[in-house]
C-alpha cells in the first residue's frame, strides 16, 4: 500500500531564515506530488506540483520554491521567511491528474 | 462569487443525528467529486470519491452530485463523537489544480 510521510510535524522560524519540508512518498512510482497551504477558514491552496523528477509547476508567486530531486520525494523550500510565510503545509499525492488526493499529515509552521 | 462555496459552520448535532453538508460551485468543467475529513492539526482524509451526477454510499456515509444545480452533499448517517472534525468538499476537472471548500466544522455531542 501507498504512505506518504511529511516532517517535521510543527516548526518555529524566526523572519528571515531558511525553510526546508521534506515529503516522501513509498509504494507507488511516478506520482504526481503537490504541495498546498491551509490558512485557517480559508481552504487549501495549491502552491506546486510535479509530474515528473525536475518538473515544477508554480500556481502561486510567492517566496517559497520547490524542487522533486527523486521520483517520490518533494521538497518545499525559501531562502529568507516572512511571517506571513506561517501556516498549515501539506504534501499530496495522487495516481494522476484530475484523481484524487492523498495528504501528508501536515507541517505546522510560524514564522516569528 | 468564489468557484466552490462551503458552509463553515460550525455545526453540533447530538449523537446519532442525520448530518448533512454542502458544497456548491459555479464551474461547470468539473467532473470529480471529493470529499475529505480532517481531525485538528492533521492533514485531510479522503471520505468519498465520485465521478459525475450520482450517488455513492459507503457504510454511513453517502455522497450526492447534482451537477445540473452544480451542488454536492455528505450525509453521514448515526453520527458518532468520533465523526467530530472538519469535513472538506473538493473537485476538479481532469487537471492538477483541484478545488477545495473552506470545510465545514461539525461537533457530535454524546
Known amino acids: 500500500s501507498q504512505t506518504i510521510h511529511q516532517w517535521p510535524a510543527t516548526l518555529v522560524q524566526p523572519v528571515g531564515s531558511p525553510l526546508s519540508l521534506e515529503c516522501t512518498v513509498e509504494g507507488t512510482s511516478n506520482p504526481n506530488l503537490y504541495w498546498y497551504r491551509q490558512a485557517a477558514g480559508r481552504g487549501l491552496q495549491l502552491l506546486f506540483y510535479s509530474v515528473g523528477i525536475g518538473q515544477i509547476s508554480s500556481e502561486v508567486p510567492q517566496n517559497l520554491s520547490a524542487s522533486r530531486p527523486q521520483d517520490r520525494q518533494f521538497i518545499l523550500s525559501s531562502k529568507k521567511l516572512l511571517l506571513s510565510d506561517s501556516g498549515f503545509y501539506l504534501c499530496?499525492?495522487?495516481?494522476?491528474?484530475?484523481?484524487?488526493?492523498?495528504f501528508g499529515s501536515g507541517t505546522q509552521l510560524s514564522v516569528l | 462569487q468564489k468557484e466552490v462555496e462551503q458552509d463553515p459552520g460550525p455545526l453540533s448535532v447530538p449523537e446519532g443525528a442525520i448530518v448533512s453538508l454542502n458544497c456548491t460551485y459555479s464551474n461547470s468543467a468539473f467532473q470529480y467529486f471529493m470529499w475529505y475529513r480532517q481531525y485538528s492539526r492533521k492533514g485531510p482524509e479522503l471520505l468519498m470519491y465520485?465521478?459525475?451526477?450520482g450517488n455513492k454510499e459507503d457504510g454511513r456515509f453517502t455522497a450526492q452530485v447534482d451537477k445540473s444545480s452544480k451542488y454536492i452533499s455528505l450525509f453521514i448517517r448515526d453520527s458518532q463523537p468520533s465523526d467530530s472534525a472538519t469535513y472538506l468538499c473538493a473537485m476538479t476537472y481532469n487537471n492538477n489544480d483541484m478545488r477545495f471548500g473552506a470545510g465545514t466544522r461539525l461537533t457530535v455531542k454524546p
Open positions: 465520485t465521478y459525475s451526477s
Open positions: 499530496a499525492w495522487g495516481p494522476g491528474a484530475g484523481e484524487k488526493l492523498f
